[in-house]
């Protein structure tokens, strides 16, 4: 997929921007109106149920690459101690530092969030004013769906320091038409409802003042 064929979307870069860049996808997909607050505690809820994941899961194997989570974390251990990061030294320091809120994500919170939610994320990178695959992402299927698949950038090929890089939320235009659709469909109904519950609503009026006028007759 081309550039042009994405909306392009900010969140905060505060440590957090996969989990709010996932949590925008989810809630853009019920309202194209994001709301910031909600988007927010939606990216906390989403951390928490990465990290239960991982927990929950060190001993599964990841098919495609043949090492399990708890591998993945431990060679991540490894790298941070080669470069002098003093984060974490085991699997738990690592999950709990994966808690706080200012701590990025990568590729393995890819994996617990990919099968957490049971879909595909695709992680790209811009190259001289294309797209193309980063090394991140997770394909759950064989075969690719716009519609299903969660889509991110990442600015990795931006020519960043390890400190400054960033996910933000990418939205294919055909998903946006069709939610605009949908969003319109729901209104009409809303819509025909309203008018439907104002005539049921004045049909009992109808029929409680024939009531009254009866019981007032009888009585003269």
Not at 94 to 110: C, F, P, R, T
Request: hydrophobic residues 25%; contains cysteine; proline residues 2%.
């Amino acid at each position: 997929m081309k550039y042009t064929d994405f909306i392009h979307m900010s969140v905060p870069g505060d440590g957090s921007c996969f989990f709010h860049s996932i949590a925008h996808i989810l809630l853009f997909e019920k309202d194209i109106t994001v709301n910031f607050k909600k988007r927010n505690t939606k990216a906390r809820f989403l951390r928490r149920q990465c990290v239960n994941w991982l927990k929950n899961n060190l001993d599964y194997t990841i098919p495609q690459i043949g090492s399990t989570i708890r591998d993945e974390i431990e060679e991540e251990i490894r790298h941070c101690a080669r470069n002098g990061c003093n984060n974490y030294s085991t699997v738990n320091e690592y999950l709990n530092y994966m808690k706080k809120s200012q701590s990025y994500a990568g590729q393995i919170e890819i994996y617990a969030m990919s099968y957490y939610l049971g879909r595909s994320i695709r992680v790209y990178m811009k190259n001289k004013g294309k797209f193309q695959s980063a090394a991140l992402g997770y394909m759950i299927g064989l075969e690719a769906d716009p519609m299903d698949d969660i889509h991110i950038y990442h600015n990795i090929g931006d020519n960043v320091e390890e400190n400054q890089h960033h996910f933000e939320p990418l939205v294919p235009k055909i998903k946006e038409k069709k939610n605009k659709k949908k969003k319109k469909k729901t209104n009409r109904k809303k819509t025909n409802r309203k008018k439907t519950n104002r005539k049921k609503t004045t049909r009992r009026k109808k029929i409680k003042k024939t009531r009254r006028m009866n019981k007032t007759r009888r009585r003269n």
